[in-house]
């Protein structure tokens, strides 16, 4: 599986946290979160994608971020619709959709978005967009129709490196592509702890 490290937003925590290679690092769009990404990234080794997270916003704005920070994906994190979704993977950035799950969920939602998107990424529901620090109930994924690759994200943390091996090797992770991990990390928000990424990227064996 591949990593993403989202919730970027110093400087030099960006460059620390890009020295351990992971493949995706996030970059928080939103005003009203406490990671609000407002600087310029840093130059990042080529093998890492940036990828910039938005909820609910102008097609402009984003095409505006993704030129300004040279973005390699598009997470969407509100309400956005399939015809938005295709209106910016026609950008050729790779667009990865989210969707909120908590102890149940209807995938018939995803139909829509299966020609409009490359990746889904599976959150925990909460009264944030993302990062509320816990888990949804990954048994729910058993029941996943597509073969769309997914993203896993909420509340993931070192506490959940054996939770973590044995959904590798169940059937619900046939099509998990990569583990999305932000606050269970952080020393305050946006500020990653990097001796916690080393030991967690040494636990589990992810793909480059």
């Keep these: 599986m591949k990593l993403k490290v989202c919730g970027m937003k110093y400087q030099d925590n960006i460059n620390n946290v890009a020295s351990l290679q992971p493949d995706y690092l996030g970059f928080i769009f939103y005003e009203k979160s406490p990671r609000n990404f407002d600087g310029l990234i840093p130059k990042l080794p080529k093998q890492i994608q940036k990828v910039g997270v938005f909820v609910d916003e102008k097609i402009e704005f984003i095409s505006n971020q993704m030129e300004k920070h040279q973005l390699s994906a598009i997470q969407l994190h509100g309400h956005e ?26 995938f018939s939602v995803l139909s829509p978005y299966d020609d409009a998107c490359d990746y889904f990424l599976f959150d ?6 993302g990062g509320n620090g816990y888990t949804f ?22 506490d959940q490196v054996k939770n973590i091996k044995q959904f590798q090797n169940s059937e619900a992770s046939k099509y998990c592509y990569a583990i999305d991990i932000n606050s269970k990390f952080e020393i305050k928000p946006g500020l990653k702890n990097i001796d916690a990424l080393k030991a967690f990227k040494e636990e589990l064996s992810f793909r480059t």
Excluded: H, M, Q
């Design 137 to 158: 109930n990954w048994d729910v994924l058993n029941n996943y129709p597509s073969t769309k690759p997914f993203f896993l994200s909420g509340g993931i943390g070192l």
């Design 124 to 129: 925990t529901k909460g009264k944030l967009p």
């Design 81 to 106: 619709s399939p015809e938005v979704c295709r209106i910016l993977k026609s950008t050729n950035a790779k667009i990865i959709k989210v969707f909120s799950i908590k102890d149940k969920f209807d």
